[in-house]
């Protein structure tokens, strides 16, 4: 009982710095002059800064050095407790919004999934656009991985929750030796180029508002638009292009970009397999889908129709969501091709999400590998990715992951079938929100959203972003009995 009293206390901390992130709607609301939004804002900033302190005094004395049990227990906490905190100036703005949509959309921001119940975002004031985008930007590289950084200062250590937090196989290699210096290091680089895709933005035509609103969406591969149209409000190619550079970026391991940077050499690159596997893969499945396009007769133009795939494909493969025209009207094998892509090709130490491309890598080579016994039973077929022997746990553990998250897709399909919903709906659904997309087929389509899903239909969704979002056995530990034995 007193590990969770350090739980606690830790939230509360948390809770503290993340109503640091209300400045940034509220100086919005003094810029555009509502002062409506300035004091709702205002309010909810109060409110979390007052129940993380509140949490803090009460737990005090009770701190002490997390375990790894326990950052994983205050990994889910905080992923769930920052939405609910997030939607008050939602709850605060929209009257006619409800709780459950209002918690849908702030995990859908702080996930980076991009799915939305809201509709008029041209006219939602600009501070409400600007949250809703800042919390994409803080959820996509995570924003207790910028926690830690500060953590130690205040006398707790931050290595569980980093491992905790961090996507992906390959998160015990940490950049520098301490945790905190490594967080940092991330972070730089993350706000470094946030502040270079805001530029060019900009410069393509972009006012400030949306540039920084798509630059944050961007960056964290999440796919919020300020407009209901989304991308295609612009019918700028040269913005599409802006906007697929950085996806493109923001989809390779955010390891791989520091270490480019630290060698000053872009070699690294060529270096990371997974890099190279999951760039490789979309680039050319842009040239295919293209072609497939033109070869149907939806575009009569092969530029127009390579325009077009290339911003949807990416933007989907990266998991991010954008949308410049309805692909869902394309023939069937577009869009489910673009859907199967998002579940394999984000980078581990990316924003994206899904099974990740290391994974896919190994599943492939595993594969291979059980060919060549059957052929050579004798034979030693140690497993190499990029030069580098996978340990046989690294596989184990690669093959239970996919087997629990094919599992969790079955599982939260067939709860939206027996709520009734349509089955390319139900399973695309499931499909965009565990592997943070966005987007589906069906009604959740690019022309559509989730504002027409009942309640029931909203929670199992909101439940599949947050596990895919925290990588699966990150939340489903927590309801094995195995966890809560001592």
Known sequence: MGRLFTVFHALGLLLV????????????ALIYGDFTMLLDFLLAMVWTLASGVLM?????????????????????AMWTAMPAFASIPLLLMISDLSFT???????SAMTTTGATVLVGLDDLPPAINIWRHELQWLGGLGVIVLAVAILPLLGIGGRQLFKAETPGPMKDSALTPRIAETARNLWIIYVVVTLLCIGALKWAGMNWLDAVCHAFSAMGLGGFST????????????????????MLFAVVSFVTHFLVWRGRSLRTYLRDAE??????LILSSCLGIALF????????EFLTALRHASFNLISIATDSGYASVDFAQWPVFAPMWMLFLACITASSGSTGGGIKMIRTLVLFKQAGREFRKLLHPAAVNPMKIGGHVVPNNIAFAVLGFISLYLMTIAALTFALLLSGMDFITAFTAVIATVNNIGPGLGSVGPSGNYQGLTDFQTWVCTFGMLVGRLEIFTVLILFTPQFWRK
Do not use: C, Q
């Open 17 to 28: 710095v993340f109503s640091a992130a209300y400045v940034m709607p509220v100086a919005t």
């Open 56 to 76: 803090w005094l009460l737990t005090r004395r009770r701190k002490g050095e997390l375990s790894i049990r326990h950052g994983y227990l205050l990994v889910v």
């Open 101 to 107: 949509d209002a918690y849908f959309e702030t995990m």
């Open 227 to 246: 407009h209901d149209a989304n991308v295609g409000y612009f019918g700028s190619p040269l913005i599409e292009f802006v906007l697929m550079v950085f």
């Open 275 to 280: 890099a190279v596997a999951a760039v490789g």
């Open 293 to 300: 396009l033109w070869w149907n007769g939806v575009y009569p």
